[in-house]
Structures are given as C-alpha cells and as structure tokens.
C-alpha cells in the first residue's frame, strides 16, 4: 500500500506564502503523476496544479503566476510553493499520486492507480 503524508498547511495573511509538501513511503518503482487538489467548505474537490513524471506541469486558471508544482522523483516528493495567497485560497489541500508501481510485500509488483494523502488545511486570513 502507498502512503501519502502532506505537510505545510497552516494560517497565512493575505499576500503570503506558503509550501506544502508531500511524500510518498513505501517500496516505490515509479509514480507516474502527483497532484494537488483542494476542497473549500460547501464546494467540490478541484484540481489545482499536477506534474507528470517528466516533468510537464498544469495549473488551475485561478492559481497560475501564483503556484508552482514541483516534484522530486529520488525522494518520491511533491511540493506545491503557494504565493501571493488570497482568502479564496483557503480549502484542505490533498495530495494525490496517479499510477503508482510498488512492490506489495504479499503480490509483487503492484500499480496503485490513485492514492490520496489526508489533507492539510491551508487559511488564508487577516
């Protein structure tokens, strides 16, 4: 099984920076996308930036020249720099990793097609 385990959240001012980060454990061969999404109280979960493999990125319109998605393929690492943060900013960030190939310890190799972290909240408030 993959785990996903975010950090990084926290209350912030309007106009403030944030970095959240997100690792995935486990005997891990390769993940081929990892994600972050955000859900706001009363709204749907949205995707708000994601990075392929190779490195090729897609932002949200409402938070591009603001986030920036990167990731670290030798650590199993995403990170997401939020700048410039506004109050609509404010949600649960989740991690999420697309096709992941692992070595279960009871069936070998395994792909895990979606695998989603727990969530960190992110505030932004005066």
């Known amino acids: 099984q993959v785990q996903l385990v975010e950090s990084g959240g926290g209350l912030v001012q309007p106009g403030g920076s944030l970095r959240l980060s997100c690792a995935a454990s486990?005997?891990?061969?390769?993940?081929?996308?990892m994600n972050w999404y955000r859900q706001a109280p009363g709204k749907q979960r949205e995707l708000v930036a994601a990075?392929?493999?190779?490195?090729?990125?897609t932002y949200a319109d409402s938070v591009k020249g603001r986030f920036t998605i990167s990731r670290d393929n030798t650590k199993n690492t995403v990170y997401l720099q939020m700048n410039s943060l506004k109050p609509e900013d404010t949600a649960v960030y989740y991690c999420?990793?697309?096709?992941?190939?692992?070595?279960?310890?009871?069936?070998?190799?395994?792909?895990?097609?979606?695998?989603w972290g727990q969530g960190t909240q992110v505030t932004v408030s005066s």
């Open positions: 999420n990793a697309a096709g992941t190939t692992f070595l279960d310890t009871r069936y070998g190799p395994t792909i895990d097609q979606d695998s």
């Open positions: 486990g005997t891990i061969f390769s993940i081929n996308a």
């Open positions: 990075i392929t493999s190779g490195g090729s990125t």
